[in-house]
């Protein structure tokens, strides 16, 4: 059964999509991964490549994935077939949906982290003189406290998805976006003032670029994806929600916006304090569990303001986990006539399961290693190397070259807004954002598994070969099939 016969939910307004849209890209990407990320590749210089992909890549690509969404009114994979029937297109979305199961499954058992945190700030355990690295070591490699946090949480991700509650959604991100973001601030002045704060500030705005390495360059491409929820066929489906009559553009820019601020924040939150209170800046993804707690246990009232923060942390987490569930539900019930309860349980469940192995794989089954990688960093590995850049590869050759550069533009430029596509965005998505992408991607992959994987060169070359033969023959393929239907027409 299609859709058609079904009325598609909508949003309830402009400022409703974009908290959607914005609450889908802050969450954990932002406050978690942003600064460990940041952290691990050597600070400021990162930070300025991440800041020039997000421009030239992320706020071209948001656009064109809202623009195919709101086009089509379709889930990720539904919406490629829409605008290109009958061709091979289909396999970027589903490239999507499978990266929605990937990133779910880890990212639940982090924002589990921050749930429990949550209640251990509140209990008054993270006080000052606490361990804060044994903590987080202690509580992330137990057996059981971790995987039942990750329970909750995709049992609130998965009950939310299930009442197709946008509107309840809506109304929650609304008191709560704000609320992070004045926490966030505080926290700010907090870790600014610290005495010995001032290399943290140092390390985030004075760059080092021989610290740069082809790694970490597809490092800031895969977290520019993350965090802004490209690459995966999240904004297709939230597009989707979007009414004809709202503008693209400008909306896009607040998501963009909004997001680039909370990251810069989080790690003006984050690396003052690392450096204050002698923590080590690459110390990976226990950076915010660790430096966070240990700033509020020095600030007056440092446990409310800690509690609020970590449930704050915990709802960003959600606003984010409900858009990755969603573009996987919303292709069973789009394409599988599935009924929204049967999929969000059903698809729940599985993400759930795939979460264990991901959350033992910190202690219990720390010895079991894929590519070097535990379980955990594998997934994540995956998504930010390999699944997000060719799903943002595949989604840019797509519009630039199927659906055509111009025709998004045009589409992206119907309604009124402040800012107008120019044919500098066909510039940006027909060669700046493919090339890019391919060249960082492949450059990284090499440069990250040649001391693992024995002939990666020939395999990683002949990998991208394969990917643009196929995009080539798809374009074509496409085109094709396009002018024989139009000839009919
Ligand atoms: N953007 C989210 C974050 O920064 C994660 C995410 C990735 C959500 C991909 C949806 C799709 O936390």
Not at 78 to 92: E, K, S
Not at 299 to 309: D, E, K, L, Q, S
Request: aromatic share 12%; glycine share 12%.
């Amino acid at each position: 059964m299609s859709l058609e016969t079904k009325q598609r939910e909508q949003w309830g307004s402009r400022v409703a999509f974009i908290l959607a849209a914005a609450g889908s890209a802050v969450g954990l990407g932002n406050i978690w991964r942003f600064p460990y990320v940041v952290g691990t590749n050597g600070g400021a210089a990162f930070v300025i490549i991440y800041l020039f992909i997000i421009a030239l890549i992320g706020y071209p690509m948001m656009v064109t994935e809202m623009a195919i969404g709101q086009k089509t009114k379709r889930n990720a994979i539904g919406a490629f077939r829409d605008l290109a029937p009958n061709t091979p297109w289909w396999v970027a979305g589903a490239l999507g949906v499978l990266a929605g199961f990937v990133i779910l499954s880890f990212y639940s058992v982090v924002a589990g982290w921050t749930l429990s945190y949550f209640f251990k700030t509140l209990a008054g355990d993270l006080g000052v003189g606490t361990d804060f690295v044994g903590t987080f070591i202690g509580h992330i490699t137990s057996d059981w406290a971790p995987l039942f946090w990750h329970f909750v949480f995709m049992g609130l991700t998965l009950g939310i998805i299930g009442l197709g509650v946008v509107k309840g959604i809506e109304k929650t991100v609304k008191i709560l976006m704000p609320a992070l973001f004045v926490l966030l601030i505080a926290l700010v002045g907090r870790a600014l003032t610290l005495p010995g704060a001032g290399a943290g500030v140092e390390f985030l705005i004075k760059p080092d670029f021989s610290k740069i390495t082809a790694q970490s360059i597809l490092g800031a491409v895969g977290q520019a994806f993350f965090t802004l929820s490209l690459g995966m066929g999240c904004m297709i489906t939230y597009g989707s929600y979007l009414d004809d009559k709202e503008n693209i553009n400008d909306n896009a820019a607040w998501v963009v916006g909004l997001d680039t601020a909370v990251a810069l924040i989080a790690g003006f939150a984050i690396f003052p304090a690392v450096f204050a209170l002698g923590f080590d800046p690459a110390a990976g993804g226990g950076l915010a569990f660790i430096t966070l707690p240990a700033v509020f246990a020095s600030m007056p009232g440092g446990t409310i303001f800690g509690a609020a923060f970590f449930l704050l942390l915990a709802v960003a987490a959600l606003t984010s986990a409900i858009s990755l569930l969603e573009v996987v539900v919303a292709y069973y019930i789009d394409e599988k006539g599935w009924s929204r309860q049967k999929a969000s349980l059903i698809i729940g469940t599985l993400i759930f399961i795939l979460g264990i192995p991901a959350s033992l794989s910190m202690g219990r089954w720390s010895g079991f290693t894929i590519l070097g990688y535990n379980f955990f960093d594998f997934l994540d590995f995956l998504q930010e190397s390999i699944l997000l850049p060719v799903g943002g590869l595949l989604t840019a050759i797509f519009a630039g070259y199927v659906w055509s550069a111009k025709k998004t533009r045009e589409h992206s430029n119907i309604n009124k807004s402040a800012i107008r596509l120019g044919t500098w965005f066909d510039v940006l998505i027909m060669y700046v954002s493919p090339i890019a992408v391919s060249v960082v991607m492949v450059t990284g992959l090499v440069d990250k598994l040649k001391d693992i994987v024995p002939n990666i060169r020939p395999i990683a070359y002949g990998s991208l070969s394969l990917i643009i033969l196929f995009a080539v023959w798809a374009v074509n393929d496409a085109r094709k099939k396009l002018a024989t239907e139009k000839a009919k027409a």
